[in-house]
């Protein structure tokens, strides 16, 4: 039977393979310690869900709510914008609620790109980036990003070379999956580079609140004339543990806010109006939640660096985003993040993530995410490390010539 035309333009889900060999390992009895979703698995903060409750009890609360949020929730978000980056918000007309920041930017791609158009996108990247765009018929040209690569650079080129232009441009740091931050001076060529170009810049900031260091990530917002030509994403889900609630925004440009708020007209009525009431007393409310989570994640990262070093897999320290994005260890360097992974499931019993499903360029490496504690994560150390000392050389070139045939 033939695919439908959008459905065809989406290749295989990478991480489809990995998902079943863990269900099977599970339904086998199996213990599979899970780092290969980045699922908080942290409660939300009790004074959260009170509100919540407290909401729901409210009969006139169970109608439809607003697509584009409530006036509460909006102005709250403007106010973080006001607290957390000095950045002056209207909540009117800068502002708009999504279900989530992955639904935000995949209805913002269909609002403004045509079949065709051509965007400018990371790689690795998290999957929504270039698929929200591919979905809505655009074409891709993929910029690579990572540790000695010139990204501005790299993004010159893509640019000069990219026919018919680009008409966007996306961006995310803390990034998802490679951890990696940036400064404001950086957003600050961003921007000059979109303005030259004539193009947006759609920028993910969902770990804005999840930092390990002395340095909070910047907000593209906090550039001068940055709302000129910039749209920016944020999530409760991670800085609240509230993922299953998706609740998101997007913030800044007026034309794309508009544009995803007219959009959004035509698709949803909002989240559940108790959860809106609920996520603007979070943002209104003690912060001191924030920082437990935000220090949860950090023991983890230092738990799960220190023992993988113990183990023999010598990791970068991520210095924001719940995750680690680790290199193959060299052994198995050509067998590809796929095969790695795989073969780390059946043999250590620990699911990660391939680095291929977040992009080509991402193939080297696997993304580990913090989503298990302490006890769980040395557990895995002790596994990996009887993995990696009796794994069979034999069995690794055999998997190499596999793939290579």
């Not at 990995?18 to 086998?28: D, F, T, Y």
């Not at 909070?216 to 709302?227: H, M, N, T």
């Amino acid at each position: 039977m033939e695919e439908f035309h959008r459905i065809k333009r989406l290749p295989p889900y990478v991480f489809e393979s990995v998902n079943k060999m863990k269900a099977q390992a599970r339904a086998a009895g199996e213990d599979i310690i899970d780092f290969g979703m980045g699922n908080p698995d942290m409660p939300t903060p009790p004074h959260i869900v009170e509100k919540l409750v407290e909401a729901a009890r409210n009969p006139r609360a169970h109608r439809y709510s607003a697509s584009r949020g409530i006036a509460g929730l909006r102005k709250a978000q403007a106010a973080y914008y006001g607290r957390r980056f000095g950045v002056d918000i209207d909540p009117e007309t800068e502002t708009v609620v999504t279900l989530g920041s992955k639904e935000g930017l995949a209805n913002l791609a269909q609002a403004i790109s045509s079949p065709g158009d051509s965007i400018l996108c990371p790689n690795p990247s998290y999957p929504i980036h270039p698929f929200g765009f591919i979905i809505a018929g655009a074409t891709l040209r993929h910029v690579p990003i990572g540790q000695g690569v010139d990204f501005l650079a790299a993004l010159e080129r893509g640019a000069r070379h990219c026919v018919p232009p680009p008409i966007a441009l996306i961006v995310s740091f803390p990034a998802n999956p490679t951890a990696m931050t940036v400064d404001l001076d950086f957003y600050g060529q961003i921007v000059d580079f979109a303005k030259s170009r004539n193009l947006f810049v759609i920028s993910d900031l969902a770990y804005a609140e999840i930092y390990f260091d002395d340095n909070p990530p910047p907000s593209i917002l906090q550039v001068p004339g940055a709302k000129d030509v910039a749209i920016e994403f944020t999530s409760m889900s991670k800085t609240y543990s509230m993922p299953g609630w998706r609740v998101g925004f997007a913030t800044g440009n007026r034309r794309l806010v508009h544009a995803l708020t007219r959009i959004k007209s035509y698709l949803d009525y909002g989240a559940f109006t108790p959860i809106q009431v609920a996520a603007a007393a979070a943002l209104n409310g003690p912060q001191d939640c924030v920082a437990e989570i935000r220090a949860t994640y950090k023991a983890r990262r230092d738990v799960l660096v220190r023992s993988l070093a113990q183990a023999g897999w010598e990791i970068p320290s991520p210095n924001a985003s719940m995750f680690a994005w680790a290199p193959i260890p060299e052994r198995f360097n050509n067998l590809g993040s796929l095969e790695f992974s795989k073969r780390l499931l059946a043999e250590a019993q620990v699911a990660v993530a391939p680095g291929v499903g977040f992009g080509e360029y991402g193939d080297t490496h696997v993304r580990i995410a913090l989503v298990e504690n302490e006890h769980r994560i040395r557990q895995a150390a002790r596994s990996i490390k009887r993995f990696l000392t009796a794994a069979d050389p034999d069995a690794v070139k055999t998997a190499k010539h596999r793939l290579a045939s």
